[in-house]
Nanobody, 121 residues
Framework: QVQLVESGGGLVQAGGSLRLSCTASGNIRSINAMGWYRQTPGKQRELVAASVSGGRTNYADSVKGRFTISRDNAKATVYLQMNSLKPEDTAVYSC???????????????WGQGTQVTVSS
């Protein structure tokens, strides 16, 4: 089993910055991908940014140029640096990881508990 623990959410004014962190622990042999999703009431969860093996990253169009995802593989941690925040970025942000555990042959998806980000205008 794998646990994802997130931190760094909060309240910020428009134009401000926040940094989210997510650390994985448990039965981890390798991590194929880590990423951040967000969801607001009444809307589907959407991918914000993802970091996959090989160093590739991808971003939602709405955050390109403002958000940066990075990983520290030694710490099994993914970060999301969010700059120039807008009120429409307000959401619950959840960490996701595809993890291959010891004794497993394929990755399994895990989710963090979610952290609230609120951007005031």
């Amino acid at each position: 089993q794998v646990q994802l623990v997130e931190s760094g959410g909060g309240l910020v004014q428009a134009g401000g910055s926040l940094r989210l962190s997510c650390t994985a622990s448990g039965n981890i042999r390798s991590i194929n991908a880590m990423g951040w999703y967000r969801q607001t009431p009444g809307k589907q969860r959407e991918l914000v940014a993802a970091s996959v093996s090989g160093g590739r990253t991808n971003y939602a169009d709405s955050v390109k140029g403002r958000f940066t995802i990075s990983r520290d593989n030694a710490k099994a941690t993914v970060y999301l640096q969010m700059n120039s925040l807008k009120p429409e970025d307000t959401a619950v942000y959840s960490c996701n990881a595809e993890v291959v555990g010891w004794g497993q042959y394929s990755g399994q998806n895990y989710w963090g508990q979610g952290t609230q980000v609120t951007v005031s205008s």
